[in-house]
């Protein structure tokens, strides 16, 4: 087991590896930005080492700077989180060249995976179904009207080093195709320096439900089920819920066999997720797969009774997993409580917390790095805590919601609690009536 | 007033040590300003100090008519920081990189500086290695080594105060 862990992240998720590692007892490094002195999770590690100014591309994002700091302290693994270089293949391999273990996904499985284009192609070939579009990169104009012929309008033209919801757009029909090529190409370009595009027909109000999977490095690979991420605005998820109120036992057994195949197509190791769409005849479609643990890990550990920070580290050790598949047992909700001003547009709101107060009670979960007296930096995201509640019945987790809300006192900075609040009280969401489509029509 | 106008106008506010000139026409109005000159006076054109706005004479312009040109000689950003120790005059040097500090190329050589000694821009002050390479540390800043802030061959991180230097 390693002895010493370096988390390359900040903010809640750098604690919620610190408090892991301290259970297992493996000594701790973080690492800040001058902008973070002040975090938490640089006061509960054992040794902390600043890395560079406060822009994460001279920080956070600097892997010589990083890398450096594990050599310093003797860390003898990283654990990068989730963003920033979780996903980043150089890193990985830079992590290797080092001999020090990089506590995620191989170079390999990163590019396989992070490239969308391809990610589609190694998926079709191990069977996996995937949404009807072009095989891979879509060489023109010509080749893109060609293949929305053959799979029908709607199409959406994506970028292949996308990732954020941008580089995307949509054609109706054959008339809207031109416009839609020009401009998914050139935001692509923009945003990840790269304007290859592959096309797919649009599943019009899908539902978005992942698969949570664990890999060993001896082939073996378990699904942990699914959650619900549908509640979404611009493509960034506000709520996440598991079971999937859409979900079936037969739906879950086929989503989860399909989830397992993608991940021993690509001999995946550690913990991943495998994100699907789902219509409304509950046929499902791979979308994409992520290869680092996500923010909403969190709620999959609630009911399943978990701990899948754990289970990553111990995979990165060259553990086994156990073998059979986890179902929910309970069922849990989270909110993504962030900085930000639900009454004018969500405008990111970055400051100091003047009052803080967390709800507390059964079934109360918090994951946070924030504390009264805190100045959020504007550099980084807007996130302030993960609001979960857990129960034994929906109806039950959405009561506690709503009252753990009411309880939440954050002053001093806006917050999305009054929107969290207005959704919690939804018809539609009560009824777990809700698709992708949901926010596009939700008022606030 | 041209642009050849305006820059002797800007080299001779600046060479004069007045701090502040405002000039207005019928159909222009120009506004330049230079930090007060450090005690030492001329000599300070080529010390450049990183804080908010370097210590040299930047003039500031506010022209009604088009295409600001360049302010002169301003000096690009070096790596390491000091910053001025507002209650000693000292200027503290910080490092520009993670990583382990040497005092002197080899443990058999000599320190690059002493405590006492005077240092040029350019000058070595010490080697931060990190993965197996050797970076020389330049100054940034002339004036003279008043405290070595870290021990030899220990781990440094980044922005931690390496010197106490004396500008004058």
Redesign the interface.
């Known amino acids: 087991m390693f002895k010493k862990i370096l988390i390359a992240n900040r903010g809640e998720i750098a604690l919620r590896v610190i408090r892991t590692c301290k259970e297992m007892g493996i000594k701790t490094v973080a690492v800040y930005s001058?902008a973070d002195k002040e975090s938490l999770h640089v006061r509960f590690a054992d040794e902390a080492?600043?890395?560079?100014?406060a822009p994460s591309a001279l920080?956070y994002l600097q892997i010589?700077?990083i890398?450096?700091?594990a050599?310093?302290?003797n860390a003898d693994a990283i654990h990068p989180g989730y963003g920033f270089l979780s996903e980043n293949a150089k890193f990985s391999k830079v992590c290797q060249e080092?001999n020090i273990k990089f506590i995620g996904a191989t170079p390999e499985q990163i590019d396989g995976m992070g490239d969308k284009a391809n990610a589609k192609a190694t998926m079709i070939k191990a069977g996996v179904p995937c949404i009807p579009g072009s095989k891979g990169l879509l060489k023109d104009l010509d080749e893109a009207y060609k293949i929305a012929e053959k799979i029908k309008y709607p199409v959406i033209l994506k970028a292949t080093a996308g990732g954020g919801g941008k580089g995307m757009r949509l054609a109706w029909k054959k008339e809207e195709l031109p416009n839609a090529w020009d401009q998914a190409k050139q935001e692509s370009k923009a945003a990840f320096s790269n304007d290859g595009l592959y096309m797919e027909k649009y599943i019009e109000e899908p539902r978005h439900i992942e698969i949570q999977i664990a890999g060993d490095q001896f082939g073996d690979v378990c699904h942990l089920s699914e959650r619900d991420c549908s509640i979404q605005r611009r493509h960034q998820k506000l709520v996440e819920e598991t079971p999937s109120p859409f979900m079936t036992k037969k739906l879950r057994k086929e989503m989860g066999a399909a989830a397992i195949k993608a991940a021993k197509a690509v001999k995946y190791e550690g913990v991943g997720t495998v994100e699907f769409l789902v219509d409304k005849n509950r046929d499902f479609y791979f979308m994409e797969m992520n290869t680092r643990i996500q923010v909403e890990h969190t709620i999959t550990e609630e009911v399943i009774n978990f701990d899948l920070i754990k289970e990553q580290i111990k995979l990165a050790a060259g553990h086994k997993i156990s073998g059979k598949n986890y179902e929910p047992i309970m069922h849990a909700i989270q909110c993504r409580i962030n900085a930000e001003d639900p009454y004018n547009n969500f405008r990111p709101s970055p400051g100091k917390i003047t009052e803080y107060h967390e709800p507390g009670g059964h079934g109360i979960r918090i994951d946070t790095h924030v504390y009264a007296g805190y100045t959020i930096p504007s550099h980084y995201d807007s996130m302030i805590a993960k609001l979960i509640t857990v129960a034994q019945t929906r109806e039950e987790a959405i009561l506690k919601m709503r009252r753990a809300l009411d309880e939440y006192i954050i002053e001093g900075v806006k917050s999305t609690i009054p929107f969290h609040q207005k959704l919690m009280l939804d018809d539609k969401f009560n009824e777990g009536d809700f698709t992708t489509a949901f926010m596009d029509t939700f008022k606030f | 007033m041209n642009q050849k106008e305006i820059q002797e106008l800007i080299r001779f506010v600046s060479k004069s040590g007045v701090t502040e000139v405002e000039i207005e026409e019928k159909d222009f109005k120009i506004t330049i300003k230079s930090e007060p000159k450090r005690r030492k006076g001329d000599n300070d054109d080529n010390v450049v100090y990183i804080q908010q706005q370097p210590m040299q004479a930047m003039p500031q312009q506010q022209i009604a008519a088009p295409a600001a040109p360049a302010a002169p000689a301003a000096a690009p950003a070096p790596a390491a920081a000091p910053v001025e120790d507002e209650s000693s005059k000292y200027i503290t040097v910080k490092s520009p990189m993670i990583g382990t500090f040497y005092r002197s190329s080899s443990p058999d050589k000599p320190a690059f500086i002493e405590v006492g000694n005077n240092v040029k821009v350019g000058d070595t002050v010490c080697i931060i290695e990190a993965m197996k390479l050797f970076n020389e540390i330049e100054a940034e800043i002339q004036g003279k080594i008043i405290k070595v802030l870290v021990d030899d061959a220990t781990p440094v991180e980044y922005d931690q105060p390496l010197f106490l230097v004396d500008p004058s």
């Open positions: 001058t080492v600043c890395i560079g100014p920080s010589p700077n890398i450096a700091a050599e310093i302290t080092h």
